[in-house]
């Protein structure tokens, strides 16, 4: 079973201060409202267009959806 794009990210939380995708993981740790079913593109990036939070940008969602699409 393909694991949700939130489950993956969770792979990066707790990393250095200073990795944007340990940052944005811990954002999206502590947003209630992620979606943590998701595992489509779409749904993902409306959310983050939507939400605008400085600690997940879209470039780095743009270079951890790459990977996870390459893992997963």
């Not at 694991?3 to 707790?14: A, E, I, P, V, W």
């Not at 990393?15 to 340990?22: E, T, V």
């Not at 947003?31 to 943590?36: G, L, R, S, T, V």
Request: charged residues 40%; proline residues 8%; negative net charge.
């Amino acid at each position: 079973m393909r694991r949700t794009f939130y489950q993956y990210l969770m792979s990066h939380r707790g990393g250095p201060k200073d990795d944007p995708r340990a940052v944005f993981a811990e954002a999206a740790f502590l947003d209630h409202e992620f979606p943590k079913t998701e595992i489509g593109f779409d749904p993902l990036s409306r959310y983050l267009e939507e939400r605008a939070d400085p600690d997940m940008p879209s470039r780095v969602f743009d270079e951890l959806w790459e990977e996870y699409r390459e893992t997963d």
